[in-house]
C-alpha cells in the first residue's frame, strides 16, 4: 500500500470511529426486537458473495438490508449490523487473508455511508418534512451508493495507481444495477403493516430488465467481420411496406389528435414541447450499439399520463424530428426522419389509451367489468 493509500485509509478508519463513538449518544436507543435478528440475517447476506458479469471481484448483499436498517431501524442498530457485516464480508473465504487496515477500513466506509443516510433520513426526510417511506428509502439508498463508491474507489484508485474513473469504470458502473434491484425487493417487501403499491412492482420489472442490459453487454459476442454499410440504393419490398404502414399509422394519429383539439393549458403544452425537444437533442451512445439513445422518453412518458392526446401525438411527432436532424453523422433522408418521428408518435398513442385504459379499469365499480 503506498503512502498516500496508507493516510487515506487512515483518515477513512478516524471519521468512521467516530461516526460509531457519536452514535451511542444522542440517538434514541433501539427497543430490541429486531436488533439480534437483523444483525444475524446482515452478517448471513455478507457471506453471500457473488460474481456478478462485468465486475472483477465479488458483490455482497448486505448493501440493500443496510439500507432497509437506515430506514425503518436505529442508527446504533444499523452500525453494529453493518460493522459485523464488514467483518464477515473481509474474512469469509477470502482469496488471501486481509490485513487490519483492511478490514477496519472496510467497516469505516459502511460506518460512515450509513451514518450520512441516517442524518439525511432524520433530519430532511423525516415525518416533519412530509416525505414518504419509498421517497426516503430511494434517497437514501443513492446517499449510501455514492459514499461508499467513492470512499472505495478512491483508496483502489490510489492503491493501484489508477484514475478515479477507471476504478469505477471497471468496479462499480456495473454493481449499480444489481444494487437498484436490491433496494427495490426492500421497497417491495411489506414491512410494519403498509403494503407496496403496484407501481414498485412495474419499477422492479424495470429494473430487472437493467440487469438484463448489463449483463447483454458483458458477455462477449461471437466473433464476426464488423458490419459494413448498406451501399445499396433501393430499400426491399418488405421494409417499404413496412415504412409506409408506420408513416401511415403516424400520420393518422396525429390528423386525430388536431381534429380533437384539446388545448386546456397552452402555457403547459409549450413548456412540454421546449422541454422535451431540448431532451431529443440530448443523445447518449452506449456501448457495443451502433446509433444514440436520445433522453426525450422520459419526457414523453410524463407527459403520455399528464397531457390530453392531442398535445402527446404533437410533442411527439417534433421531439421524433428534432432526434433525427440534430447532430447526425451523415444527413438523414426525409424518410428516415418521417419514419422516427411516426415511430414515436404511434408509441406514445398506444401509451396513452393503455395508460386511460389503465386508469378507468382501476377506478370501475365491481361488477361492470
Not at 460506518?111 to 414518504?132: D, F, K, P, W
Not at 440504393?233 to 401511415?248: K, L
Not at 447526425?328 to 398513442?349: G, H, Y
Amino acid at each position: 500500500m503506498t503512502r498516500g493509500a496508507r493516510l487515506y485509509a487512515t483518515a477513512v478508519i478516524a471519521a468512521g470511529s467516530l461516526v460509531v463513538a457519536a452514535s451511542v449518544f444522542g440517538w434514541p436507543s433501539s427497543d430490541g426486537r429486531f436488533s439480534v435478528a437483523y444483525l444475524l440475517l446482515v452478517v448471513l447476506a455478507s457471506m453471500a458473495k457473488l460474481k456478478l458479469p462485468g465486475i472483477v471481484g465479488t458483490y455482497s448483499l448486505n448493501a440493500p438490508l443496510l439500507v432497509f436498517g437506515v430506514v425503518y431501524l436505529t442508527l446504533p442498530e444499523t452500525l453494529a449490523a453493518g460493522c459485523a457485516g464488514a467483518l464477515t464480508q473481509s474474512l469469509w473465504r477470502a482469496k488471501r487473508r486481509p490485513s487490519a487496515v483492511q478490514v477496519l477500513f472496510n467497516a469505516a466506509n459502511l460506518a460512515i455511508s450509513i451514518g450520512l443516510c441516517a442524518l439525511a433520513n432524520r433530519y430532511l426526510l423525516g415525518r416533519e418534512a412530509g416525505v414518504s417511506q419509498p421517497v426516503a428509502l430511494a434517497l437514501a439508498a443513492g446517499l449510501y451508493f455514492l459514499t461508499n463508491t467513492y470512499l472505495t474507489s478512491e483508496v483502489l484508485a490510489l492503491v493501484e495507481s489508477k484514475s478515479l474513473r477507471d476504478v469505477w469504470r471497471q468496479w462499480y458502473l456495473w454493481s449499480a444495477p444489481y444494487f437498484l434491484v436490491g433496494t427495490a425487493v426492500v421497497g417491495v417487501t411489506p414491512f410494519g403493516g403498509r403494503s407496496p403499491e403496484p407501481a414498485s412492482w412495474v419499477i422492479l420489472v424495470a429494473l430487472l430488465y437493467l440487469v438484463h442490459f448489463f449483463y447483454s453487454l458483458s458477455v462477449k459476442p461471437p466473433g464476426s467481420a464488423p458490419a459494413s454499410e448498406n451501399t445499396a440504393s433501393g430499400i426491399p419490398n418488405r421494409a417499404r411496406m413496412y415504412i409506409q404502414a408506420v408513416v401511415f399509422a403516424g400520420l393518422l394519429m396525429v390528423a386525430f389528435g388536431i381534429a380533437q383539439g384539446e388545448w386546456p393549458q397552452p402555457v403547459r403544452f409549450a413548456a412540454y414541447l421546449a422541454v422535451a425537444t431540448l431532451a431529443s437533442l440530448c443523445k447518449v451512445r452506449l456501448p457495443r450499439m451502433t446509433g444514440t439513445i436520445s433522453l426525450n422518453f422520459v419526457l414523453l412518458i410524463v407527459a403520455v399520463v399528464e397531457l390530453p392526446f392531442s398535445e402527446v401525438v404533437l410533442i411527439s411527432a417534433v421531439a421524433g424530428v428534432a432526434q433525427s436532424v440534430w447532430k447526425t453523422r451523415k444527413r438523414p433522408r426525409p424518410v428516415q426522419v418521417v419514419f422516427n418521428a411516426a415511430c414515436l408518435v404511434v408509441s406514445a398513442s398506444l401509451a396513452w389509451a393503455a395508460c386511460r385504459w389503465l386508469a378507468a379499469a382501476g377506478s370501475a365499480e365491481p361488477g361492470l367489468l
